[in-house]
């Protein structure tokens, strides 16, 4: 029974994120600045299912925004944002409602390989990931054109974008002009269409050895993921010198990082490190016992083979060969004997004509949008 006072709790309907009315996102608030004006001025005038055409500009000044407010009245261009993550609450927003696109146009500043340039600051961002946010509003038969100067300049930028949207993608090669819409170097197409790589012609071996001044120099070559390394250790078995000698820890720097990339896939680096075993079993030897260079067993070896006109470089190297003294590297937390490391191939860089003689990609003859339709 109800007391006299006592109120009836109605439930509380949960608004959509989205909701344009009374108690939805934009009353509370959730999307703010020009993004919230976009995407509100758009659901309000077109029902989802009339969007057909989505063409987001990313200006990087003032006077850019200025003239892009003017081709946003005029229904031109769908909306102009200063940052991505409101361009992905605008297009979430859109796949909501169900929106698919028969045309989707990113326009920004480019760079060669670049396809949508943001900036924090003074610094210049790309990374081709954000596609996989604007998907959701993609179907097979969607028309998709990156408007930025240069960006068809390498093609496997614009085959990558093709591939995370799961269609074919357009772009500029050169500058690309608004107002005339005009490419300096043409137009390009790129194919959704998986494919492989072009195969390394070149091997790298993992170690190698030098007996070069005087200091046994053991090289070698790890792949990225080891590039991070900093830690060794050489263990030297009796009978190498006159006394035991325990195990020597080594800090390592690389001295050269090679690296294999295409602008946008996932680059391939690998790094050498060169070890020179005199230098850090003296140092080390020196270390552990607190004694001066020349009254250690290896100064005592090294004396030894000057008076036979020998190198203590190449009696180094020897005693490595024959696994006398073992180099281990710390490599994923694991320290692993340099000589269980397998060669690897480098891999190819993705060509314009790797491209293009494989039909992943293709020049065309006319501009993929028309701005006036």
Known sequence: ??????????????????????????????????????????????KPQEIKKVRLIFPTSDWE??????????????????????????IKGLAKKGVKTDEFVIGSHGNKGMLLVTKIGEKELFDNDFLLHFKS?????????????????????LKDAAEKLGVGAYGSAGI??????????????CSPQSFQPPKSKKNVKPWNTSSKINKGAVSVNIPFEGSDLKNGIIK?????????????????????????????????????FIIYLYQEIGLGEKAQKQILPQETSVVRKKLELDKKNEKIGEYLVEKFLSDEITIELEINGKFVNIKTLTSFD??????????????????VSKPPVNWLN
């Open 176 to 189: 690309y002009n608004y107002i005339t819409n005009e490419s300096e170097k043409g137009y390009y197409w």
């Open 1 to 46: 029974m109800m007391r006299i006072g006592e109120q009836i709790q109605k439930p509380r309907t949960q608004k959509p994120s989205d909701y344009l009315g009374k108690g939805g996102g934009f009353e509370r608030q959730k999307y703010k600045g020009l993004d919230a004006e976009t995407y509100f001025d758009l659901l309000s005038k077109k």
């Open 137 to 157: 509003i993609i179907h097979p038969g969607t028309k998709v054109f990156f408007t930025a100067c240069y960006g068809a300049d390498y093609l496997d930028s």
């Open 236 to 272: 030297i078995k009796n009978g190498v010198f006159d006394k035991p000698i325990q195990p020597i820890k080594i800090q390592l720097e690389p001295i050269k990082m090679q690296q294999f990339t295409s602008y946008v896939r996932e680059d391939f680096k690998f790094a050498t």
């Open 346 to 363: 480098t891999p190819s860089v993705i060509t314009n004509e790797f491209l293009l003689k494989n039909k992943l990609c293709k020049k």
């Open 65 to 90: 925004q200025i003239a892009l407010n003017f081709l946003k009245k005029l229904g031109i261009i769908t909306g102009i944002f200063t940052s991505l993550d409101s361009a992905k609450k605008f």
